[in-house]
Structures are given as structure tokens and as C-alpha cells.
């Protein structure tokens, strides 16, 4: 388990943050780009020193300035997928696998006979000879998932691990990583802006902002309890829990359905919905929107130039719309209106 | 308002300035002519004949030899002193930078003399090694290898540095986290990805190397065989030998090109 202390100065900007990863969870740096995210990752990895604090991985300080003790990144049991994977282009993936290994002492067979089996494992075995650059989004992903975790490493860290990935792509890989991630039993921590990463991926979010910790606690606690106003902004979704009936339709456990665009992930789902793509209106909607129902207003909460509207009804969920909108609903508490959102706006994974 | 001609925006690129072309064609002219009159010059009949001389031959076995040797010790000591330039900070680093270019700027000849008083009979460093042991770097090939690699090395180290700065050194820091130690980042992730400029850096340290003269000729002399390269020999000759000059020359410019032209398009960007 990974215990960080973490305070840094880079000129002007202070990263003070504390984050504690336990074996088997997955954590999420969740905050804006600058916030100081991807610099507790470079501490953690030894890639920059702490200026003050304490990083213990399993017991043993990696780093701590004011007992002069500093493991170099090399000797810290530690993996990273970079942002942009940065896998090294003129090696092929099987040599980029095997790379850990041959820094670590391994031969160069046993080391290209594991890699193998590394790239075996996240059915990558046919690419072994590709070079990086051949190799899709998804693909390289994969190959620096195998590479960071081939040198068998007690915590797991991941920079943006999707951030590489055009919006296509990126649903399938998310659900891959998930899975992936899932097979390694040591502690992960993942850095990302993206809130849906943060909420599919993690058991536990930390929210970081300016280089402070602004919350911390599970996505269902951190959603439905959202401490500031930043961070109903950037986590201010909609999370559901229900069961899967068919290849694209969930049935939540009030006993509403819902259709998702894309095929289901599996059995036992859990749907994000961004709460600026669930629509209102006070009559029953044109047309046949596959996901509609009737809600009741029980809150209005004005955002500068947004207003959240919470609902309750068979889709406990909280909408964003524009004044004007409320203005031309003539939304109250109290208020019964339709609410739809498109099955293209329905991410789905597996809970 | 916003109409535009179709084509407007790429034919907007393609023109070139008022007087831009004109003066291109100038540089390219200037720079043609004096390989047109050679060549007109060039006593095509008995050719072979001038090339096949002793004189031409040492002259260019000793030049590659010592353009190749020089080459190698740049590479030997100007890779790890690029690296130290690009990616260490310490006291006085530009001074030891403007220091290691100063033999581009500086004229050879000033460059050949400051060798003598530091590796001749009675330099700084060539006296005692001279009384002890006997050895004597000037009037020898050594000597020419020696003053190649004064005058040359700053090509290398300059290209190789701008290479090293421009890698991303994320990779480098990705090979950490691998366990990769130093020297295993060096040689697998460093060196690599900076081949494409030690290529070139190379390429123009050869160059730089195989039309020496003035250094070549200060501190090593013109002793045909041993220290006479081939720009001395075309030297010497255009004094007595108009015809041998001009074969002497073409062997050059056809070794340079042979060198240059299937190197041009990979790894030198011109």
C-alpha cells in the first residue's frame, strides 16, 4: 500500500496533497489540467524529489527529505503508463515489454519469452514484431499496460491512460482498461481531467484543485455529494445502477428501463449521464425517444449561466439546463415534466 | 467580406517575394560556375593517367584515413560532451560551449599553431612527452588526425547537442521507471534517438575533416604519404601541375558526393 505526503514547490505553485492507495483499490487523481496531478505522479515515481513529506510503498520509505533517504526511480517497485504511453518507437512491442526486464537483469531470451506472455495475456501476441507507431490507440495502450507491468511492481501508476484516445475508441479502451486493471492485485493510482474516467475506473476519487485536495471519497459519494461548486461542475454526473435485460437495455433497480446506443459490457451496470444531455419538457415528447419519463422537480439550483434541476421519479437523476429554459417551463419544485436523454448519452460499464 | 479566390490562399504561398528569386538564382550561379570552369578545364583525355599517380594516391588513402580516424575520435569524445551541454547545468557550461565551437570561428591556420605550442617538440604537453618518451604528435599522420579533430569536432558536437535537446526526454524518464540504470538509458534510449542527428553531425565532421588544410598544414606539414592530404596536394600542384590540381580536385568533389548524396535525404535535412 502506498502511503504519499507529498509537498513540492515549482516557483509560484505548491502541490500539498496527501493521497494513501491500499492494495487492490484503484484511486483517481481527479482535477483540471494544472492542477498538479501528473507532478504527485512524477514524485511518486521518483522522477522528481519531494521537497518536503514522505512516500512509503509497502512499508519501505521511497522518499522522505528530511531523513536524506531518496530511492532512485530505477529501484522503486513501481510501474507507469505515461500519457501518450510514450513507448519506445524503435523497439518493437515485444523488445518494449521486455525492456524492464533486461534493465532488471533478465536474459534477453527469458526476457523476450515473458514479454511474450505478457503480450499472450492482453491479446496482443500477434503485434509482437509491430513497432509502436503501426499500432492503434487502443493497441499501444495495452502494450504499455503489459510493459508497466511486466517488471512485476507493487503500485501501478497510470497518466491520463486515455487521454490519447479519439472519443470512438475511447469507450471500448475504458472498458478494456477497466478489465485489465482489475487482474493486477497491487495498488493503482490513475491521474486524469476527465470525470468519466475517474468515475468508471476508481473505487476512490481524490480531487485535486490548484495543488489542494478539495474532496475525496467514492464516486457515488463524491457525486451525490459534491463539496464545492467546481466540483458538481466537473463531477456533477448522474450515476445508476441497474441490471442488464438485453444486448442495449438496463433495467434500473427502480424498475425503469433504459437503452444504451452500445452493446453492454456485462451483466451487473452502472450508467453515467451528463446531466447537460437530459432534455425537459412539460408535455409528452414528439416523437418516440426510446428514453423518456416522467419526473418531478423537487430542486432548482441556479450555476452562473447554468441551472441544475434535480428530479425525482423512476430515474433519480439531476438535469443542467439554461435559465431561459427554466424560464419557458416555468419550473418549481413540485413541477411534473418528461425527462429524455439519448441512448447515445447513456456510458455504460461494468460495475 | 469574406469571399476569397479559389487557389488564392496556395498560390499566396507559392509566390515567391519581389527580387527573392532573382537573387536564389544568384547564390545557385555562384556557386555553379566555378564547378562548370573546373570541369571545362579538366584534361579529360589522359585523366586516368593523372589519377592513377603516387602522389594522388597517398594524397587520398591519407586524407579518408584521417578524415575517418578524426571522425571516429569526435565521435568518441564529442557524443558524451553533446550530452553533458544539453542536459547538465554547471558553472561555466557556456564558457566550456563557446570554448569547444571556438575552432569553427577561429582561422585554421591560428588553430594549427596553437597545436604546435601545446603538442610540439617544446609545447605545453608535446615537450615532456617528447623527452620522456620520445613521441612526437607534429609532422606525422597522427598530426593530421590530430588537427581534424580540432577543426572538425565543433560540427559534431553542435549538430549532436541541438539532437539531444530536441529528443523528448520523457522517454528517457520512461526507461527509469523500467529499472533501466544511467548507462542503460544512455545507450538504449538516448543514443538512439539521437542517431538521426549524430548521423549528420558525423556526416559534417567527415566533411569538415577531408578539406582541412590550414591546421593540417601548420602543425602537421606537407610531407607527401605522410602528412600530405588532398587539399594540400591540390595546393602544390596548382603551383606545378595545373592538370594534376584539376584531377585532384574532381576525385574530391566525386568522394564528397558519393558521401553526401545518398546520406542527403535521411539524415541531413537539406
Not at chain 1, 336 to 344: H, I
Not at chain 2, 25 to 42: D, H, K, M, W
Not at chain 2, 166 to 192: K, N, Q
Not at chain 2, 206 to 226: D, H, I, K, P
Amino acid at each position: 500500500m502506498l502511503h504519499a505526503a507529498i509537498e513540492v514547490h515549482l516557483g509560484a505553485f505548491r502541490l500539498d496533497i496527501d493521497v494513501d492507495v491500499d492494495d487492490g483499490e484503484v484511486v483517481a487523481l481527479l482535477g483540471p489540467n494544472g492542477a498538479g496531478k501528473t507532478t504527485a505522479l512524477r514524485v511518486i515515481a521518483g522522477l522528481q524529489p519531494l521537497d518536503n513529506g514522505r512516500i512509503e510503498l509497502d512499508g519501505s520509505v521511497l522518499d522522505d527529505p528530511a531523513a536524506d533517504v531518496f530511492v532512485p526511480t530505477a529501484e522503486r517497485p513501481i510501474g507507469v503508463v505515461f500519457q501518450d504511453y510514450l513507448l519506445f518507437p524503435r523497439l518493437s512491442a515485444l523488445d518494449n515489454v521486455a525492456f524492464g526486464l533486461r534493465a532488471r537483469g533478465h536474459g534477453k531470451a527469458s526476457a523476450r519469452n515473458r514479454a511474450r506472455d505478457w503480450l499472450e495475456r492482453f491479446a496482443l501476441a500477434e503485434h509482437a514484431y509491430a513497432k509502436p507507431r503501426t499500432l492503434s490507440g487502443g493497441q499501444a495502450q495495452r502494450v504499455a499496460l503489459a510493459r508497466a507491468l511486466a517488471t512485476d511492481p507493487r503500485l501501478l501508476l497510470l497518466d491520463e491512460p486515455l487521454a490519447a484516445l479519439d472519443a470512438g475508441t475511447r469507450l471500448q479502451v475504458r472498458t478494456e482498461l477497466r478489465r485489465h486493471l482489475a487482474t493486477f492485485h497491487g495498488a493503482r493510482l490513475l491521474v486524469t481531467h476527465d470525470p468519466v474516467d475517474a468515475l468508471v475506473l476508481a473505487d476512490r476519487l481524490v480531487i485535486v484543485e490548484q495543488g489542494h485536495i478539495t474532496q475525496t471519497g467514492t464516486p457515488a459519494a463524491v457525486t451525490a455529494r459534491p463539496a464545492s461548486r467546481y466540483i458538481a461542475q466537473l463531477v456533477g454526473i448522474n450515476l445508476l445502477h441497474g441490471t442488464a435485460t438485453g444486448e442495449h437495455t438496463v433495467r434500473l433497480d427502480t424498475g425503469a428501463e433504459l437503452t444504451v446506443a452500445d452493446p453492454l459490457p456485462g451483466l451487473d451496470i452502472a450508467l453515467a449521464i451528463r446531466p447537460q444531455a437530459i432534455a425537459l419538457h412539460r408535455q409528452t415528447p414528439d416523437g418516440s425517444p426510446r428514453n423518456a419519463w416522467a419526473a418531478t422537480v423537487t430542486d432548482l439550483e441556479a450555476d452562473r449561466d447554468r441551472v441544475r434541476v434535480s428530479l425525482a421519479g423512476p430515474v433519480p437523476a439531476t438535469a443542467e439546463i439554461t435559465p431561459a429554459a427554466v424560464a419557458d417551463l416555468d419550473l418549481a419544485p413540485g413541477i411534473s415534466v418528461w425527462a429524455t436523454v439519448k441512448a447515445v448519452d447513456l456510458t455504460a460499464y461494468e460495475r | 467580406m469574406n469571399r476569397r479566390r479559389p487557389g488564392a490562399r496556395r498560390a499566396k504561398q507559392q509566390r515567391a517575394p519581389w527580387l527573392v528569386l532573382p537573387l536564389a538564382a544568384a547564390a545557385v550561379a555562384y556557386v555553379a560556375v566555378p564547378f562548370v570552369a573546373l570541369l571545362q578545364r579538366a584534361p579529360w583525355s589522359n585523366l586516368s593517367d593523372l589519377v592513377g599517380r603516387p602522389v594522388v594516391i597517398d594524397a587520398l588513402r591519407l586524407s579518408m584515413t584521417t578524415a575517418l580516424a578524426a571522425t571516429g575520435i569526435a565521435l568518441l569524445l564529442g557524443i558524451p560532451l553533446a550530452w553533458v551541454l544539453a542536459r547538465t547545468r554547471f558553472p561555466g557550461r557556456s564558457a566550456a560551449r563557446a570554448l569547444v565551437i571556438l575552432p569553427m570561428v577561429l582561422p585554421p591556420v591560428v588553430g594549427g599553431a596553437a597545436l604546435l605550442f601545446a603538442f610540439g617538440r617544446r609545447g605545453l604537453l608535446g615537450g615532456p612527452v617528447y623527452d620522456s618518451t620520445g613521441f612526437l604528435l607534429p609532422f606525422s599522420m597522427w598530426g593530421v588526425v590530430a588537427a581534424n579533430t580540432f577543426v572538425a569536432m565543433p560540427f559534431l558536437v553542435l549538430t549532436v547537442e541541438s539532437g539531444l535537446r530536441a529528443a523528448d526526454p520523457r522517454y528517457e524518464d520512461a526507461a527509469a521507471t523500467l529499472g533501466a540504470s544511467r548507462s542503460m538509458i544512455f545507450r538504449r534510449i538516448t543514443v538512439p534517438h539521437a542517431a538521426p542527428s549524430i548521423i549528420a553531425g558525423a556526416v559534417l565532421c567527415w566533411a569538415r575533416a577531408l578539406g582541412e588544410f590550414g591546421a593540417t598544414v601548420t602543425f602537421a606539414g606537407n610531407l607527401q604519404g605522410r602528412t600530405q592530404t588532398m587539399p594540400l596536394a591540390v595546393f602544390l600542384a596548382l603551383e606545378s601541375d595545373r592538370d594534376a590540381a584539376i584531377a585532384l580536385s574532381l576525385v574530391l568533389i566525386a568522394v564528397s558526393l558519393a558521401v553526401l548524396l545518398p546520406l542527403r535525404d535521411r539524415w541531413l535535412s537539406v
